[in-house]
């Protein structure tokens, strides 16, 4: 989006989510997409907000003005899931199509892996995954799946070591696959 001039990653993200509001007013009116994504926000993770379900990601976006600051904005790094959720909606109202399909359309469909996909949703479907497995009461048992949906742009990708190597090998060719870019090196 940057590339097609769609997006500029040091504008206010209200340029883009107009409705976007942190408790903090200086961090809602100065939050650049790079500060999304670079855990500056001055939230620290508030993972029990979406960890335990129930809320959808337009609901987790509606309650980031409630949620308490613990650093001023840029002060210091803070991982928060919940900012990468927010910079996922930032692009879904740039691009004017759902994350998960920019994800597809983007990135798994031009790097040519088929078999990653954006929910756990889909791993059933897959002729080959794996499941997480724990020992409970000297029994070892499959762990279900965890659905993140809701924070999906905050890592809920699922791939394989060979389609995770292309997308590896497109940064290292400078955002190129094959000879096509997929990225600009800048």
Same mark, same amino acid.
């Given at each position: 989006?940057?590339?097609?001039?769609?997006?500029?990653?040091?504008?206010?993200?209200?340029?883009?989510?107009?409705?976007?509001?942190?408790?903090?007013?200086?961090?809602?009116?100065? &939050? =650049?997409?790079?500060? *999304? $994504?670079?855990?500056?926000? +001055?939230? %620290?993770?508030?993972?029990?907000?979406?960890?335990?379900?129930?809320?959808?990601?337009?609901?987790?976006?509606?309650?980031?003005?409630?949620?308490?600051?613990?650093?001023?904005?840029?002060?210091?790094?803070?991982?928060?899931?919940?900012?990468? &959720? =927010?910079?996922?909606? *930032? $692009?879904?109202?740039?691009? +004017?199509? %759902?994350?998960?399909?920019?994800?597809?359309?983007?990135?798994?469909?031009?790097?040519?892996?088929?078999?990653?996909?954006?929910?756990?949703?889909?791993?059933?479907?897959?002729?080959?995954?794996?499941?997480?497995?724990?020992?409970?009461?000297?029994?070892?048992?499959?762990?279900?799946?965890?659905?993140?949906?809701?924070?999906?742009?905050?890592?809920?990708?699922?791939?394989?070591?060979?389609?995770?190597?292309?997308?590896?090998?497109?940064?290292?060719?400078?955002?190129?696959?094959?000879?096509?870019?997929?990225?600009?090196?800048?």
């Amino acid at each position: 989006l940057v590339d097609e001039r769609k997006l500029e990653l040091d504008k206010a993200v209200r340029t883009y989510l107009p409705d976007f509001e942190l408790q903090d007013d200086v961090a809602t009116r100065l &939050m =650049t997409p790079i500060d *999304l $994504v670079t855990h500056r926000s +001055g939230l %620290p993770r508030h993972d029990t907000l979406w960890a335990a379900g129930g809320f959808t990601r337009k609901e987790l976006y509606g309650r980031l003005r409630f949620i308490e600051p613990t650093a001023t904005f840029r002060q210091r790094y803070q991982y928060n899931n919940l900012m990468f &959720m =927010t910079a996922g909606i *930032l $692009v879904e109202q740039v691009a +004017g199509q %759902p994350w998960e399909a920019l994800i597809k359309d983007r990135i798994f469909t031009p790097l040519g892996m088929t078999r990653s996909n954006t929910s756990v949703r889909d791993m059933p479907s897959a002729t080959d995954f794996s499941l997480p497995y724990v020992e409970r009461g000297g029994r070892v048992v499959a762990v279900p799946f965890r659905n993140i949906d809701a924070v999906g742009p905050a890592g809920s990708i699922n791939s394989n070591i060979d389609e995770m190597l292309r997308y590896v090998q497109m940064h290292i060719d400078q955002g190129s696959a094959g000879g096509k870019p997929i990225v600009s090196p800048a």
